[in-house]
Nanobody, 130 residues
């Protein structure tokens, strides 16, 4: 499997915005569930948003709903995470993953669980300062 590659992280003041990108292979991207997760030091990995690339259905954690938007670029096999109104508590390493090896709609649901995703990128750091 080709590992997804995240980019777009950085440091931003509270209230600001960042857009993360997750590029992967066609075989990983096509009709699968692509998810964004984050992990802060000392905390468990948390599902943030997910999208089923087959029809564009999206799912969000309650902590980011209304502030973050996940979107696809089917031509580039890339998933974006637009993050607005950032808060210091959004500070974390952000990871992208696919619901490998099953793919399809498997576990693409509002309760986004890291255990259901199997093809992980290396992550990109997001730091929000007040």
């Amino acid at each position: 499997q080709v590992q997804p590659v995240e980019s777009g992280g950085g440091s931003v003041q509270a209230g600001g915005s960042l857009r993360l990108s997750c590029a992967t292979s066609r075989s990983t991207y096509y009709t699968s569930c692509m998810g964004w997760f984050r992990q802060a030091p000392g905390k468990e990995r948390e599902g943030v948003a997910a999208i089923y690339t087959g029809d564009g259905s999206t799912y969000y954690a309650s902590s980011v709903k209304g502030r973050f938007t996940i979107s696809p670029d089917n031509a580039k096999n890339t998933v974006y995470l637009q993050m607005n109104s950032l808060k210091p508590e959004d500070t974390a390493m952000y990871f992208c993953a696919a619901n490998a090896p099953y793919g399809g709609r498997w576990r693409c649901e509002p309760d986004i669980q890291a255990a259901h995703f199997g093809n992980w990128g290396q992550g990109t750091q997001v730091t929000v300062f007040s």
